[in-house]
């Protein structure tokens, strides 16, 4: 039997082996961590086909640059001389125009309906529970600015034939009818969805334990020798792994373990935050993306998640309270019921997307190293992508044809 080593147990990680498992490969998964707590856990849970625009925008570079004078804002980058800051910044900026939007728009949005269907095949199987809710998700403005920027994306939305209405106020309120709200209209993605994340990533660990995946938790790899084009063994210490096949799933620390390969792949963490409150009454029963504010609120186990910012900065431990603070001031401006109290530092999680200067995720074949597969660089939609790139890198290791086109998607691409 083929052996497949997976490096990373994140959603990407636990997907690819989910799927090569079901193939028939001997899967092996490293992770620095005890996968309790990485990226696919505090994340909004939402799983959003209507996100066909990548974070590389068109309007992106001046809205940044007014966010970056703002405490409270939910986005930063932090200035620095780094190269590969700088190499990541010229790429995204490369990429902020409405031919970029165009081009990717399609191959994201195919990415994310085949994923939201894998997601609703899995939560059909009698191993798996995750809360996984159809009931679409509203973007909530408050301003005819944000207004038509949404009625714009709307009619994107539409012409790629996904699911979705503009709502009145009142029409909102038909559709969340126990919370007063306080906006001017909403657009309803009814092709989006929502789930509990630790829920689906525990679900999987118990999937694959009991299904002789090895999963080997507190080895960081520190280094990976390889012959020619091939890898050949992947460290921890003294300790050392052999496989046919390689998986590079490590999010934000992709570009990292890529060097241990000498290869190069772009990307920043974009670090967010997210709480819980108790919310025992569940009013909120459709999750609300703030539009202006860019802040997510998810229904989750009687609970509602808070979560948002964007910090582009190295990976690090610090909590800026400004930003949550900036966080739970917004709630109220659209839900008045809804006031949570600014969480002590110790219930406030954070993760670091892996973020992509253009936008969109690399999964496919390295070019230079042939039996490593790259998976990373889904940015704010990893959950959403999760099972999608699993499934493909399956696929490619399987040497089947991919379940669709996956030329956006190359990892070596400049
Ligand atoms: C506040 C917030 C809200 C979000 N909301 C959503 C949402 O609603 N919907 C959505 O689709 N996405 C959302 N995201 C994004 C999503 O969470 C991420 O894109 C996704 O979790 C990334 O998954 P991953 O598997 O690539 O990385 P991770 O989950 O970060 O996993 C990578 C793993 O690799 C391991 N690793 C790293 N280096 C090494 C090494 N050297 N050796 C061994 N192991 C290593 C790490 O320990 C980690 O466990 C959100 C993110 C944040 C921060």
């Known amino acids: ?86 190499g990541w910044g010229l790429t995204f900026m490369k990429h902020a125009n409405e031919k970029h939007l165009a081009k990717s728009a399609e191959p994201l949005r195919d990415l994310s309906l085949l994923s939201k269907k894998l997601y609703e095949d899995l939560a059909k199987a009698s191993d798996f529970s995750f809360e996984l809710t159809n009931k679409g998700i509203l973007a909530f403005y408050k301003t005819e600015k944000a207004g038509e920027e949404e009625a714009h994306l709307a009619e994107k939305a539409k012409t790629l034939g996904l699911d979705m209405g503009v709502l009145s106020a009142q029409e909102c309120k038909i559709l969340q009818p126990d919370l007063n709200l306080d906006v001017l209209g909403a657009v309803h993605y009814r092709c989006d969805a929502h789930l509990y994340p630790a829920k689906l990533m525990n679900a999987l660990l118990d999937y694959l334990n009991k299904n002789g995946v090895d999963i080997i938790r507190g080895k960081e790899v520190d280094k990976i020798e390889c012959n020619g084009d091939q890898i050949t063994k992947v460290f921890s210490g003294e300790t050392f792994w052999e496989a046919d096949q390689f998986v590079l799933a490590t999010g934000s620390w992709s570009p990292a373990v890529a060097r241990m390969a000498d290869l190069k792949v772009s990307l920043m963490p974009g670090k967010g935050y997210s709480f819980m409150e108790k919310e025992p009454q569940n009013r909120l029963t459709i999750p609300a993306l703030l539009c202006e504010a860019r802040v997510a609120i998810t229904p989750m186990n009687g609970s509602i998640r808070y979560g948002g910012t964007m910090e582009l900065d190295k990976i690090n431990t610090r909590i800026n309270m400004q930003r949550v603070k900036g966080i739970v001031e917004s709630i109220p401006k659209y839900f008045p019921d809804l006031n949570p109290a600014v969480p002590d530092e110790k219930d406030i999680w954070y993760g670091f997307r892996p973020s992509s200067p253009d936008g969109l995720p690399y999964i496919s074949r390295s070019v230079k190293r042939k039996n490593l597969i790259i998976a990373t660089g889904h940015g704010m939609m990893g959950l959403s992508l999760g099972p999608a790139t699993g499934l493909l890198v399956s696929q490619i290791i399987a040497e089947e044809k991919p379940e669709m086109d996956i030329k956006a998607f190359v990892a070596e691409r400049s």
């Not at 090569?20 to 620095?32: A, N, P, R, S, Y």
């Not at 996968?35 to 696919?40: H, L, P, Q």
């Not at 992106?60 to 007014?66: H, L």
Request: hydrophobic letters at 45%.
């Open 1 to 86: 039997m083929s052996k497949v080593l997976i490096i990373g147990g994140g959603i990407v990680g636990l997907s690819s082996a989910y799927y090569l498992q079901k193939k028939g490969f001997q899967v092996t998964v490293i992770d620095k961590g005890d996968i309790t707590d990485n990226c696919s856990f505090g994340n909004a849970g939402m799983i959003v086909p209507s996100h066909f625009v990548p974070l590389a925008a068109p309007g992106m570079i001046s809205q940044g640059i007014r966010w970056m004078f703002n405490s409270k804002s939910p986005f930063y980058v932090r200035p620095s001389l780094n190269a590969s800051l700088i």
